[in-house]
């Protein structure tokens, strides 16, 4: 081990519990370099030393004392700024909610300490969390540490750019699009979007669309599995949840299991028109389908599965969520351009066609579900494109690209992830591929319903055959 941050979140807890290292000088090591070099990436909206500090020593007592520990004991983390924090500024993304303090935490927040973790702050996340970038009003641009000049992706580009860079070992985050399997996918990082149902939203969620769930940034299979049994614990009030593994077995277990011969469906057709496939995509997608072949696995091609009027009842559905965040109708003109677009969108639309698009969402879903239930898995490109530059979605201050323009690039560079947070099924993005120049490239790999242990047993799988922790970028010897 030649740094702190070079070990993985598993690895950081498990060198607590030798007393190897103390909770304190973990959280230190992390905290100064945030403070030396997140300057150059952007990922951290509000950094919360002093509460970081005082529960780091609280922890360095629990060890010292010869208490039980939690199995994610004393190892750094970060909420992503869209989800709560008692008595922690939590922003949006937004300049009108840079002042705003809420009074409960999420239950992912809480369910994540009484895991051991501490949190260090919040991470970047753009307005609202509907871009798939992290350009804000209230922060520099979440940058992927591979290329500066690039963006982190989004929503959960913050949380990404913070683990990619060695400011912390896992981070959450959460997807209502792709909004993990993104960023993860441009920075090098494994991404799970876990089933619907398995990680609260409460306590407060009002997302009728069902179309958000939280998960883990981390930079192993293991980790991301770690993180998911900390957190996927139903919670009082919760309107669903997914079915529970057996009783005795966990998701880190199942990354120990070698999975017998599956079958894979495979497409690359992408579900929005006009959409168009960069070489190094394809590419990374070609050299997944051969190395899983080469583990025994039988990869069939099919046809894609999702038709094309899914996508007009995503997007009336994702208009709706944006308009719904309660916001004074005088300070309308402080949000951003992309935000104002997708709300006087949301705003036209009669409760009975939104209704119609939840139906068809459903209807369409379902059918997919079934035409791909004979496949253990669905491998496809995670994104479109390679890491985007600053301001290819959005422009300048001094040469601006119109909202809608804006939102049709979102659509052309993420055309696979979002039918599949439709369909609630698990997801995520390996980072399996880095193009000629350097620049990380996923794959996604969907799941049965339900199936995210299956999924961690293939991901590890593919990960031992092709490992990915140990690449990093330059910043990461900083």
Not at 362 to 384: E, F, K, N, W
Request: aromatic share 6%.
């Amino acid at each position: 081990m030649a740094e702190l941050h070079d070990l993985s979140a598993l690895d950081a807890a498990a060198a607590i519990r030798r007393r190897e290292v103390s909770p304190s000088e973990l959280v230190g090591h992390y905290l100064d370099r945030i403070d030396r070099l997140d300057d150059r990436i952007g990922s951290f909206v509000t950094v919360t030393d002093e509460a970081a500090g005082a529960q780091a020593a609280r922890a360095d007592a629990a060890v010292l004392a010869g208490a039980d520990l939690a199995p994610l004991h004393g190892v750094p983390t970060a909420i992503k700024d869209l989800n709560l924090t008692q008595g922690v500024p939590t922003k949006f993304g937004s300049a009108l909610f840079r002042d705003f303090v809420p009074p409960v935490d999420d239950h992912v927040v809480t369910l994540l300490r009484r895991a051991g973790t501490i949190s260090l702050g919040k991470t970047a996340t753009p307005e609202f969390g509907l871009p798939c970038y992290t350009e804000t009003d209230i922060g520099p641009p979440a940058r992927t540490p591979w290329d500066t000049s690039r963006l982190a992706g989004g929503s959960s580009g913050g949380a990404a750019a913070a683990v990619a860079s060695g400011f912390l070992p896992i981070a959450q985050g959460s997807d209502g699009g792709g909004s993990i399997r993104i960023p993860a996918s441009v920075t090098g990082l494994y991404g799970i979007k876990p089933a619907r149902g398995r990680i609260s939203r409460g306590p407060l969620d009002a997302d009728s669309s069902n179309l958000s769930v939280l998960g883990p940034l981390a930079r192993t299979v293991r980790d991301a599995a770690a993180f998911l049994d900390a957190t996927a614990a139903p919670q009082p009030g919760d309107p669903q949840w997914a079915p529970p593994l057996p009783a005795g077995q966990t998701f880190l277990g199942w990354c120990d299991r070698t999975p017998e011969r599956l079958r894979i469906g495979r497409y690359l057709q992408p579900p929005i028109p006009g959409a168009e496939i960069d070489a190094q995509c394809r590419l990374a997608w070609e050299n997944a389908s051969a190395l899983l072949e080469s583990l025994g696995h039988e990869v069939v091609d099919i046809d894609l599965p999702i038709p094309p009027n899914v996508i007009p009842a995503f997007e009336t559905v994702w208009a709706v969520s944006a308009a719904s965040t309660p916001v004074d109708p005088r300070q309308e003109s402080q949000l951003r351009p992309l935000t104002r677009h997708l709300r006087h969108r949301g705003s036209q639309v009669s409760g009975a066609q939104y209704s119609a698009a939840l139906g068809l969402l459903s209807m369409i879903s379902r059918q997919a579900i079934v035409t791909t239930a004979q496949y253990d898995a669905v491998l496809t490109p995670t994104l479109a494109l390679p890491p985007r530059p600053i301001g290819w979605f959005c422009g300048t201050a001094d040469a601006p690209i119109d909202p809608a323009e804006d939102f049709e690039r979102q659509k052309r560079f993420t055309p696979y992830t979002a039918v599949y947070n439709a369909s609630g099924q698990p997801a995520a993005s390996l980072p399996l591929h880095w193009t000629p120049e350097g620049l990380p490239v996923g794959v996604m790999l969907v799941g049965r319903p339900a199936g995210e242990a299956s999924l961690l047993a293939l991901s590890a799988q593919l990960e031992a055959a092709s490992p990915w922790s140990e690449r990093h970028p330059a910043i990461w010897h900083d």
